[in-house]
């Protein structure tokens, strides 16, 4: 009779565990959905602001230029939500990495977006909130990422 | 249909308006500035597709995007 019990508890215990874990996965699942939907939506603005140009090469590789409407200087945009703006030189070699994002949880076409509209507009205050880092060129020796 | 689209965690949310209809165009100004004020930039798009910041409310503009203020990352 206790042998009897303790199966059965031990088979509803299984059966409530597994259940629950099914209803995890299909809650994550729903959210990865959501994130995708989200991302996807982010995306689409993005592309409908940039130049054809800029669709091209973001098309391409995922990263696109811009150039600063203050001094005239390049950036290249790539796919990201931070880190993610350098500033490139004439051979288009990433000299200097500029961080600037909006504030709050955006999504990566959205973040590129505000970055892309802050530098062809207003270059010199996008640059004034934003924190440089040292980028790592090719050829070049690594120099560590200073803390801020 | 004119558009206001302003950036937040769901990718960005969309308000449409009649730019005919006064009392629409009376809203979607109030939202221009409740957002400008809270800090969103916003930017619309000229004939040739550039970006231009705008500080005013715009009644003629198709699409109006906002997007949070800037900070270093």
């Known amino acids: 009779m206790v042998m009897e019990r303790l199966t059965s508890a031990t088979r509803y215990l299984w059966h409530s565990l597994a259940e629950g874990a099914r209803k995890v996965q299909a809650l994550r699942e729903r959210l990865r959905t959501i994130e995708d939907i989200q991302e996807a939506r982010g995306l689409t603005l993005l592309r409908e602001w940039l130049s054809v140009e800029q669709q091209a090469q973001f098309n391409a590789s995922k990263c696109f230029d811009v150039v600063g409407c203050d001094s005239g200087r390049r950036y ?15 051979a288009g070699r990433p000299v200097m990495g500029w961080c600037f994002v909006p504030s709050g949880h955006l999504v990566a076409g959205d973040v590129m977006l505000a970055q892309k509209i802050a530098l062809e507009t207003n270059e010199r205050a996008a640059l004034a909130v934003a ?18 | 249909m004119a558009t206001q689209i302003v950036m937040d965690q769901t990718g960005d949310t969309r308000h449409y308006f009649n730019p005919d209809d006064t009392e629409a165009l009376s809203k979607a100004e109030e939202r221009f500035k409740l957002l400008t004020t809270v800090g969103f930039t916003a930017a619309v798009r000229d004939t040739a597709g550039e970006p231009i910041v705008i500080r005013s409310f715009d009644p003629t503009a198709e699409e109006t995007v906002f997007f949070p203020r800037l900070v270093g990352g």
Do not use: L
């Open chain 1, 76 to 90: 290249r945009i790539r796919h990201g939500t931070g880190t993610n703006v350098h500033e490139i030189d004439d």
């Open chain 1, 131 to 148: 924190n440089r880092f040292p980028v790592q060129v090719p050829g070049r020796p690594h120099v560590p990422r200073r803390a801020y």
